[in-house]
């Protein structure tokens, strides 16, 4: 690799690279990953003339156009009658927020969120009495407070803003000049060799945002655009699945299409990539082959998002234990294309639970775990008379002490079991529609059956209000008139209907007049609830699993 040549550009002078369509995004970069008010955060860095970063090129001939990703970016896209193609290898994120700032159009980041650029937005008014304060913000532009950063440097800005005070104006003027005269650090990069600008990258971005796994793979991918594999499969996972991580999906394409033993985190990402990588390099047969044993992992991955719906009740993806139950669960569907046969429904069973309450994917173990759970589906869809065996029981008090808060595969599984179970509505006995529940924008569908607010009336910690075991599923409007009563007093109303003992039922509560829930006293009546309680969850977990899952005493 040459030595790297070191430049500046003015804002003003990117706008019009921009406006020449000169930067391309290798497909080894990312998405978009930014919201609005990082975005902000950046305008008002260059504002106040703090270092944001250099920008790294990769300064090459159209001779590696092949390179180019057309989609998953905001920046103009490249045009192909350039003669030198400018990569960005770093700074795209910095970059597609200075372009959208002249554009301000509304665009989606990685998370599927919208990102409306015409709402970072400059503050005009006041602005001598807190110097401290952000002059950029991501909000609505408000006339004469806050103006839209697009309007304020597009060409037409003298016109578009002549309604402005003149102190106003002045300031929106200077704000504008520093933004267009802010110089960016450039870093220009010249080599013909492949591997030496993925290792750079590679390099460059672990010094910046963390990169993950997953993104190495993609950088370290030549030959396929795993990163659009990825992204395409995803797209097409069931509504609540789309920020499935993608180290999850390299990671059982990993399992189901590696000539090696099964690994788990990077070395088995990098060890597929590298796999195929050497085949299509060395075989023009292997690309075919690939896009084969791809097509037949997606249908396989998405068969097994749809089984943990269907049978367990993951809603979406908050409802998970681990992502990476999806992985080793998707090697059976590979191995095995069609429904399991009803012995082989009673083994993944016991895996699901076993899995999700033992957090066997998690801690110490969780290594030899996954790989032996690789091996265990691969022999299930083979054979029906494989069987998984549970033998590191859990405590009881493991489950006492699982607070909902905690996204834990335990407070997941808990979740996975109240839906199980059909909650029913408090007011009328019907039945809760968890899936519609699930998908609102508010998600507010947990209820202290002892009320948070009560219990820290009587000193009790967060630690014991908000274990799973005084925990239920509720809409939102039930949970706001419940407010602060005690159970015995919000409940009595309901206490004479006729399906209120089917309707306790339904949310694992035990209501019989020695469970606590009717005692006086708030602490004593709290305590033996909660015990109560514990023996209800424990044994509804263990009937869902068809085996035992706790210790006894």
């Not at 899995?355 to 299930?380: H, L, P, W």
């Not at 509505?425 to 699930?438: D, M, R």
Request: charged share 25%; glycine share 6%; net charge positive.
């Amino acid at each position: 690799m040459t030595k790297p040549r070191f430049e500046q550009k003015s804002i003003r002078q990117l706008r019009d690279c921009l406006e020449r369509h000169v930067f391309a995004i290798p497909r080894l970069q990312r998405e978009f990953v930014w919201n609005g008010p990082k975005a902000a955060a950046l305008l008002d860095s260059i504002y106040r003339g703090m270092p944001i970063g250099a920008l790294t090129i990769w300064e090459t001939g159209r001779s590696h156009s092949d390179l180019l990703r057309p989609s998953l970016h905001i920046l103009p896209p490249f045009d192909t009658s350039n003669k030198q193609i400018w990569y960005l290898l770093d700074g795209q994120q910095r970059l597609s927020v200075l372009h959208q700032s002249f554009e301000g159009q509304i665009r989606a980041n990685s998370r599927h969120q919208q990102v409306d650029f015409s709402r970072l937005t400059f503050r005009v008014n006041n602005g001598d009495d807190d110097e401290d304060a952000p002059w950029f913000s991501y909000r609505k532009p408000i006339d004469g407070e806050y103006i839209s950063v697009p309007t304020l440097l597009s060409r037409k800005w003298v016109s578009r803003l002549n309604y402005l005070s003149q102190r106003r104006f002045d300031r929106a003027a200077e704000c504008r000049e520093r933004l267009l005269a802010y110089k960016v650090p450039v870093i220009v990069i010249t080599s013909r060799d492949l591997e030496e600008v993925r290792e750079a990258f590679i390099r460059i971005n672990s010094q910046g945002m963390p990169i993950g796994s997953a993104d190495r793979a993609f950088a370290r991918a030549s030959r396929i655009d795993l990163r659009e594999k990825a992204n395409d499969l995803r797209a097409h996972l069931p509504e609540g699945f789309a920020d499935l991580p993608h180290e999850t999906i390299l990671l059982g394409f990993s399992f189901v299409s590696s000539d090696q033993e099964p690994d788990v985190g990077e070395r088995a990402m990098d060890a597929m990539v590298r796999q195929w990588e050497r085949k299509i390099d060395g075989d023009d047969n292997a690309m075919p082959q690939f896009l084969k044993c791809w097509g037949r992992y997606r249908a396989a991955f998405t068969k097994a998002i749809d089984y943990l719906q269907s049978h367990f009740s993951v809603l979406e993806l908050r409802f998970l234990p681990s992502a990476n139950m999806v992985a080793t669960l998707a090697v059976y569907f590979f191995v095995h294309p069609g429904q399991p046969s009803a012995r082989q429904r009673r083994e993944i069973r016991k895996w699901f639970w076993a899995t999700a309450v033992g957090e066997r994917y998690s801690g110490r173990g969780y290594r030899q775990n996954i790989i032996g759970d690789v091996s265990f589906f691969e022999r299930v869809a083979k054979s029906g008379s494989a069987r998984f065996v549970f033998t590191n029981l859990v405590d009881r008090s493991d489950i006492l002490r699982t607070e909902y808060t905690q996204p834990s595969a335990r407070s997941r599984a808990f979740a996975c079991l109240l839906a199980r179970c059909r909650p029913c509505y408090l007011t009328n006995g019907e039945q809760v529609l968890l899936a519609q529940e699930a998908a609102r924008a508010n998600r507010n569908d947990r209820h202290h059956i002892f009320p948070r607010g009560l219990l820290a009336n009587y000193g009790f910690q967060h630690r014991d209000y908000n274990s799973i075991c005084n925990i239920c599923f509720v809409v939102a409007e039930e949970n706001q008139s419940i407010g602060a009563k005690s159970p015995r007093t919000y409940l009595n109303d309901f206490r004479s209907k006729q399906y209120f003992a089917r309707v306790m039922r339904s949310h694992l509560i035990p209501h019989e007049k020695d469970s606590g829930l009717w005692d006086r006293g708030v602490p004593r009546a709290y305590k033996k609830f909660r015990l109560s309680r514990l023996a209800v969850i424990c044994k509804a977990l263990e009937h869902e699993a068809g085996i035992k899952l706790f210790r006894r005493g």
